[in-house]
């Protein structure tokens, strides 16, 4: 079946070390997103690529890189430099941006990182 | 950041009864989008808004986009134990072709 998978479902590290989460969709779209969910509050953008080799900044892009090797993975790597790391991580994607007009996005089942 | 309004916060109900939650803006938008969000995974799309006024059902739920294009309401007929959980509005803005700015969320709890 298609889909979107997050690998773990959940991470523990320890202050001050860089921490990578996994991001892989079988779906064949070309938009990735990830998405940082901290409770009460809805969805905020970290990074999002629209095509491989390219990647923009959201809205909270600080103290997190991203890669876009392959069209079907999307790694985040949360770096010593997050202030505040411990957060439900969110990635999704979407059909290609440039064609379709309306962008419905498909989520992942998230991974939660506790930074001790 | 551009920000939608989503009320109310949280709702505690009876089971077999209706809701209501809505989101609005300032801002004007061409896709609403509908996603209810159950603990621990991901948000999942229920309903997609493409027209002014246009008025879409998915089972017990109906959601419009509203006609001045900065709004939407979300409706859940009856409400069983399934429907438990945090439904999130998104609206994506007509001056743009990747962001989705998102709601707070609105937490349905049904009382036992």
């Known amino acids: 079946d298609g889909g979107i998978t997050q690998s773990p479902k959940y991470l523990f590290r320890k202050e001050g070390q860089n921490v990578t989460l996994s991001c892989e969709q079988n779906l064949n779209h070309d938009a990735m997103y990830w998405y940082r969910q901290d409770p009460g509050q809805g969805l905020r953008l970290i990074y999002y690529s629209q095509i491989v080799n390219d990647f923009q900044k959201g809205d909270i892009a600080e103290g997190y890189s991203v890669s876009r090797e392959k069209k079907e993975s999307f790694p985040l790597t949360v770096t010593s430099a997050q202030k505040n790391p411990t957060a439900f991580y969110l990635c999704?994607?979407?059909?290609?941006?440039?064609?379709?007009?309306?962008?419905?996005?498909?989520f992942g089942p998230g991974t939660r990182l506790t930074v001790l | 950041g551009q920000q939608l309004n989503q009320s109310p916060q949280s709702m505690f109900i009876q089971e077999g009864e209706d809701v209501s939650m809505n989101c609005t803006s300032s801002?004007?938008?061409?896709?609403w989008l509908w996603y209810k969000q159950e603990p621990g995974e991901g948000p999942v799309l229920l309903i997609a808004l493409y027209k002014a006024g246009e008025l879409t059902s998915n089972g017990r739920l109906t959601a419009q986009f509203g006609i001045t294009r900065k709004d939407s309401f979300l409706n859940i007929s009856a409400s069983i134990p399934s429907d438990v959980g945090i439904y999130f509005c998104a609206g994506q803005l007509t001056d743009s072709n990747y962001q989705l700015i998102w709601g707070a969320g609105t937490k349905l709890i049904i009382k036992p």
């Open positions: 999704a994607s979407s059909i290609d941006l440039w064609e379709k007009q309306y962008n419905e996005q498909f």
């Open positions: 801002s004007i938008f061409n896709t």
